[in-house]
C-alpha cells in the first residue's frame, strides 16, 4: 500500500476523473449501451485526460503548498490561480465555477456564487488528507468552497468531502468513515442524503435502486449521497467502487474523482491499475505534476511543482474538437 496518502488521493481524483469523462451527463443505459463495462478511458483512443475537477484540486493543493500557515493568503492565491486557468479556456468547467472566476477577473471582492453545485466538492478531498487538525481543516475547507460556491450545501458538501478523506484510512470500514464525516456538517438534505447511501449500501441494494432513491445530477446533495453509497457498497473494492458508481451515469467525472479521491486516502495508490495510469496525459495536472505537489505538500517547503501555463492552453484547445464531438455524440440515440 502507498504510504503517502496525499499522492493517493490526487491520483485517485486524477483517476476517477479520466474514467469518467467521456460518459459525463449520459444515462447508465446509454453508458452501458456505448461503453460497456467502465474498464478503460473512452474520450480519445485508449489515452486519460483529467478535466477541472483534477485540476482546481491541483489548485488547492498548490495554494496551499504556498501558504501551508496563512488561510488568508492561501485563499487569495487560490482565487489568482482559478483565474489563471480560467484564462487557459478549460473545458467541463460548472456555470457556477465560470461565474465566480468573471466575479474575480472583475476584481469584486466577494468571489462565491449562491449555488450548490460539485465545483467546491470535488475538490477538497487533498485537503482533508493534508491537514491533521479537524478544526483548520473545516476552516480551510470552508474557506476555500466561499472562493466559488457560497450555498450552505456546497460549503458544507465540500467539508464533508475532506472529512471523508481525513478520516478513510483509520476507519475500520468505509461506512464508519461516511458516519464519522457526518459530524462535521449539520446541512439537513446533505446528513439525510449521505445516511440514506450508507442505508443503502448496507442493503447492497443495486446502483439503480440507489439512483432512484438518491438522485443523480451535479447537485451536491445527490453526488455526495451517490458517491457514499459506492464508497460504502463495495468495501475493499475500489475499483469496483469507482467504476460502479460511474457506471450510474450523470455528472460521472466528478462523483467519479470524489470516490477516486476518497478510495486514494484509504486504500493507497496501489488500487488503480499501473497500466492505466500511464495512460493518463502526463502534462500539466498528470500525474508527475501531481506527485510534485504531493511531495511539496509532505515537506511544506512552498511550491517547487511547476508546469507550462502555454501548454495547459495548446492541450484544451487541441481537446476541443474531441470534447465537443462527443458532446454531439450524445444526441445520437444509438
Do not use: K
Request: hydrophobic share 45%; aromatic share 6%; net charge positive.
Amino acid at each position: 500500500m502507498d504510504d503517502d496518502r496525499i499522492e493517493a488521493t490526487l491520483l485517485g481524483t486524477a483517476y476517477g476523473d479520466a474514467l469518467g469523462l467521456a460518459a459525463e451527463g449520459m444515462s447508465a443505459r446509454a453508458i452501458a449501451r456505448r461503453f460497456g463495462p467502465i474498464d478503460r478511458f473512452n474520450l480519445l483512443g485508449r489515452m486519460g485526460f483529467v478535466s477541472d475537477d483534477t485540476e482546481q484540486s491541483a489548485l488547492v493543493a498548490q495554494s496551499l503548498a504556498r501558504h501551508p500557515d496563512d488561510l488568508d493568503a492561501a485563499a487569495r492565491a487560490l482565487r489568482r490561480s482559478l483565474l489563471g486557468w480560467f484564462l487557459r479556456l478549460p473545458w467541463g468547467v460548472g456555470l457556477a465555477t465560470l461565474r465566480a472566476c468573471t466575479r474575480i477577473a472583475l476584481g469584486l471582492r466577494r468571489s462565491g456564487v449562491n449555488s450548490a453545485g460539485n465545483g467546491a466538492a470535488m475538490r477538497a478531498a487533498v485537503l482533508g488528507v493534508a491537514l491533521d487538525d479537524p478544526a483548520t481543516r473545516r476552516a480551510w475547507s470552508d474557506r476555500f468552497a466561499e472562493v466559488t460556491h457560497t450555498d450552505p450545501r456546497g460549503v458544507q458538501g465540500a467539508r464533508f468531502v475532506a472529512e471523508v478523506a481525513a478520516l478513510a484510512r483509520g476507519a475500520a470500514t468505509p461506512a464508519d468513515a461516511l458516519r464519522g464525516a457526518l459530524e462535521a456538517i449539520d446541512e439537513p438534505s446533505l446528513r439525510e442524503a449521505v445516511t440514506r447511501g450508507v442505508d443503502l449500501a448496507a442493503r447492497r441494494e443495486a446502483p439503480s435502486v440507489a439512483v432512484e432513491a438518491l438522485g443523480n445530477t451535479g447537485f451536491v446533495v445527490h453526488t455526495l449521497g451517490l458517491a457514499s453509497f459506492a464508497f460504502a457498497r463495495w468495501p475493499d473494492a475500489p475499483l469496483d467502487a469507482v467504476r460502479g458508481v460511474i457506471a450510474c451515469g450523470g455528472d460521472t467525472d466528478s462523483i467519479g474523482a470524489i470516490v477516486g479521491a476518497w478510495c486514494g486516502a484509504r486504500y493507497g495508490g496501489a488500487w488503480i491499475p499501473a497500466d492505466h495510469l500511464a495512460r493518463i496525459h502526463d502534462g500539466p495536472f498528470g500525474p508527475t505534476h501531481l506527485r510534485a505537489l504531493a511531495r511539496d505538500l509532505r515537506a511544506r517547503r512552498g511550491l517547487t511543482a511547476r508546469y507550462s501555463p502555454l501548454a495547459a492552453m495548446a492541450r484544451n484547445l487541441a481537446l476541443y474538437p474531441v470534447i465537443l464531438g462527443h458532446g454531439f455524440r450524445r444526441l445520437i440515440p444509438w
